[in-house]
């Protein structure tokens, strides 16, 4: 397991088209995290995961936002009708619930540029 | 969810040097964690203090948790030019998920 993959790494849309980002999390991790990134900012909770179940969701997230983990694996998180404010780096991070001293895992996010 | 403080927002120093971050938060915690951010890149977790713990020690970093205070601080010794970066601290509640401050810039000059 060579850690929490996201794909795709950039992505370039226009205003009002949907996207869809990938994470997959490492294998042995039951919960799953998105978060939101802006330009010196730290990271925003955006929803959290434990196995296929989704067990928050920040009220800052509009209706546009869906999150999905099926089967408890690898999630999906899809943006419908983007503005330009959404133009961040979305980061997915990955913990066992019974994590012993190991923190949350990250991937590399994506980055969104809505033009 | 509360989230950590992070003091100073910019530290520039030079390589060898020394380099302290201080955080402040809340309420009662499980653990407090720090991560590191290079730029453009996803965080890496660095370390872990319970709240059972006072001190704890990994490579060059050293990390202080004061309960009582509510407040922990990173310690880097020895500063290299790629420790330049932002750190976050993170504390955790019970059964709670992580909430990020904006975090401290730390630039060390080669």
């Known amino acids: 397991d060579t850690g929490v993959s996201q794909n795709p790494r950039h992505k370039i849309t226009k205003r009002g088209q949907n996207v869809t980002f990938r994470c997959d999390p490492i294998s042995e991790h039951n919960r799953l995290y998105w978060y939101r990134q802006t330009l010196g900012q730290g990271p925003e909770f955006l929803t959290y995961f434990q196995n296929e179940a989704q067990l928050e969701k920040s009220r800052l997230l509009s209706d546009r936002f869906s999150a999905e983990r099926p089967k408890g694996s690898f999630s999906t998180l899809e943006i419908q009708r983007t503005e330009q404010g959404d133009s961040a780096m979305y980061l997915c991070?990955?913990?066992?619930?019974?994590?012993?001293?190991?923190?949350?895992?990250f991937g590399s996010g994506t980055r969104l540029t809505v033009v | 969810s509360q989230q950590g403080e992070e003091d100073p927002q910019a530290l520039s120093i030079q390589e060898g040097e020394n380099a302290t971050m201080n955080c402040s938060y809340k309420t009662s915690i499980n653990n407090l964690q720090w991560y590191r951010q290079n730029s453009g890149r996803g965080l890496v977790h660095l370390i872990l203090?319970?709240?059972?713990?006072r001190e704890k020690h990994s490579g060059r970093l050293r990390v202080t948790l004061d309960t009582s205070k509510k407040s922990s601080s990173l310690l880097i010794t020895a500063s290299r030019a790629a420790d330049t970066a932002s750190y976050f601290c993170?504390?955790?509640?019970?059964?709670?998920?992580?909430?990020f401050g904006a975090g401290t810039i730390l630039r060390v000059k080669s």
């Open positions: 993170a504390p955790l509640e019970y059964g709670n998920k992580l909430v």
């Open positions: 203090i319970r709240s059972n713990e």
């Open positions: 991070a990955s913990s066992s619930q019974t994590d012993r001293g190991f923190g949350y895992t």
